[in-house]
């Protein structure tokens, strides 16, 4: 069965410094991957997305994504985090070929907290 | 843009109410879906529809059922509403790439 995990609740970094928001899959073979943004109160935004070719994906608002096949992982990073960029970051997998019916499966969520 | 509209960003009921949650999308996706967050525990599907009056259960159905009428509308039904599902539930819709999400419904239920 598909799984997602995201190691970390809470994160918290200082505006200006690096980002790596961690996940992990469980899928059988290379699963569709997503990563979306939740700001507080609002709805879930795609930030970026891996179907195949390329293992080091760009999203919006400066966010990139690297799939490591080895490591069943697909962490996000941002290399200098601005105060807007806190909010609820989640990983999602879907699955792909004849098992894709378009439904996702997410991980637990990473809460971003952006020090002054 | 794609716009997927849910029709309260608040919501207050009763325990023992019937209580109807909807969702509009404009994109005549074939698939639409009901999330329910809670804190720690990410989404949770709870049911997905990928046709009109087609519907299957997610991961979580238990409490809900579900009404999909025409395309673009996905309902949500608690038939007796509890305390235990107060939460926030999210619309989505999409195709098999990618989904697209309403504001969220936050559901307190007393």
């Known amino acids: 069965a598909q799984s997602v995990t995201q190691p970390d609740i809470h994160i918290t970094v200082s505006e200006g410094a690096s980002l790596e928001l961690r996940c992990n899959y469980s899928?059988?073979?290379?699963?569709?991957l997503f990563w979306y943004v939740q700001s507080p109160g609002q709805g879930l935004q795609l930030l970026l997305k891996y179907f195949s070719g390329d293992t080091l994906v760009q999203g919006i608002k400066g966010f990139e994504a690297e799939f490591k096949r080895s490591q069943s992982s697909f962490n996000l990073r941002k290399p200098s985090v601005h105060w807007s960029d806190a909010a609820e970051y989640f990983c999602a997998v879907g699955a792909t070929g004849s098992g894709n019916t378009g439904k996702l499966i997410f991980g637990q969520g990473t809460t971003l907290q952006v020090k002054p | 843009d794609v716009k997927v509209t849910q029709s309260s960003r608040y919501l207050v009921k009763r325990t023992g109410e019937k209580v109807f949650l909807e969702c509009v999308q404009d994109?005549?996706?074939?698939?639409m879906f009901w999330y329910r967050q809670d804190p720690g525990l990410g989404l949770r599907l709870i049911y997905f529809?990928?046709?009109?009056?087609?519907?299957e259960k997610g991961d979580i159905p238990e409490g809900y059922s579900v009404s999909r009428e025409k395309k673009e509308r996905f309902s949500l039904i608690l038939e007796s509403a509890s305390t235990n599902q107060t939460s926030m539930y999210l619309c989505?819709?999409?195709?098999?790439?990618?989904?697209?999400f309403g504001p969220g419904t936050r559901l307190t239920v007393l």
């Open positions: 994109m005549d996706h074939e698939n």
């Open positions: 899928y059988g073979a290379t699963p569709y």
């Open positions: 529809s990928y046709d009109v009056k087609m519907k």
């Open positions: 989505a819709s999409g195709t098999r790439n990618e989904q697209f």
